[in-house]
């Protein structure tokens, strides 16, 4: 057992999945992936194991489903939210799996991470069954709005936000990737995540508490600056003047 995993964390994660903003985020996903009974199907990326365990019921029991990931802690978590699932500690980069085992894989806010995301896919079109498919959500944070009335500090904290991705803006080249791996058809779709209040149920409330934990851990911010963020966010709440929109996009590549 890691420190990652405690009881606390675990309903943490599930009251997130439980925002209205995941649970579209969830069902766009499928809507994408539609999994059919009796697939195979890899998740790459699992995370807490929420989508894997929707998707263990979408394949019934003749299917299957494997949740990977790179992160030890997070799978342990991925174990507890989802008992009956299969998890594996792999990189996305390396498959531990033989050529054509996969009716389908997919992968949601994963591919950003990666150092070599052309390897990645190739990995995955060899695990993929001839005819399989891969499904993968990602967001330009170009694409972010994300209103406030002190631009050079929100600036600053972007910058120091997009940073933590190996490629922050992925879904602008994603498509012509899929083509070169080899997959003949690939579909794009987009949908907005958008916020006009700071309440607990939004993304933009999560993404603010990430924002927060990387002014904390980094010396480009004082103690002050990072109080003077939240207040911003949390004053045009009061004022109704908050507003968040972001763009999530999903590819779907057709072998
Ligand atoms: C932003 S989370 C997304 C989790 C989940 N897919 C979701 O949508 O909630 C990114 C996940 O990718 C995993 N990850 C990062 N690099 C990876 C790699 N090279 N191989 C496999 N998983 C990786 C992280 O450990 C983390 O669980």
């Known amino acids: 057992m890691n420190d990652f995993y405690n009881a606390e964390m675990a309903a943490r994660q599930e009251r997130m999945a439980l925002t209205t903003d995941m649970v579209r985020q969830r069902s766009e996903l499928m809507k994408a992936l539609s999994p059919k009974p009796g697939e195979h199907i890899l998740e790459l990326g699992t995370g807490n194991g929420i ?12 299917g299957h489903v494997i949740g990977l990931d790179s992160s030890d802690a997070i799978l342990e ?21 033989e050529d054509a085992r996969f009716d389908a894989i997919v992968a949601a806010q994963v591919f950003c991470f990666l150092g070599d995301v052309d390897h990645a896919l190739s990995e995955a079109f060899r695990v993929l069954k001839p005819g399989g498919r891969m499904i993968i959500l990602e967001t330009d944070w170009d694409t972010l709005v994300w209103h406030t009335q002190n631009p050079e500090l929100m600036g600053r904290m972007l910058d120091a936000y ?8 992925l879904p602008r080249t994603l498509r012509q990737r899929l083509v070169q791996t080899g997959f003949s058809r690939v579909e794009i779709d987009s949908f907005a995540i958008l916020n006009t209040d700071f309440g607990d149920d939004t993304y933009a409330k999560q993404t603010a508490g990430f924002a927060d934990s990387i002014m904390e851990g980094s010396a480009d911010f004082t103690t002050e600056e990072q109080s003077m963020w939240l207040e911003d966010q949390e004053h045009l709440d009061r004022i109704d003047g908050f507003f968040f929109s972001l763009n999530r996009y999903i590819l779907s590549a057709f072998m």
């Open 162 to 169: 997009k940073a933590v991705y190996a490629d922050a803006h």
């Open 77 to 97: 978590m991925a174990r507890h939210l989802c008992p009956n699932g299969e998890f594996l500690l792999g990189d996305a980069q390396d498959l531990p799996f």
């Open 51 to 62: 989508f894997a365990r929707e998707l263990i019921h979408s394949v019934g029991s003749d």
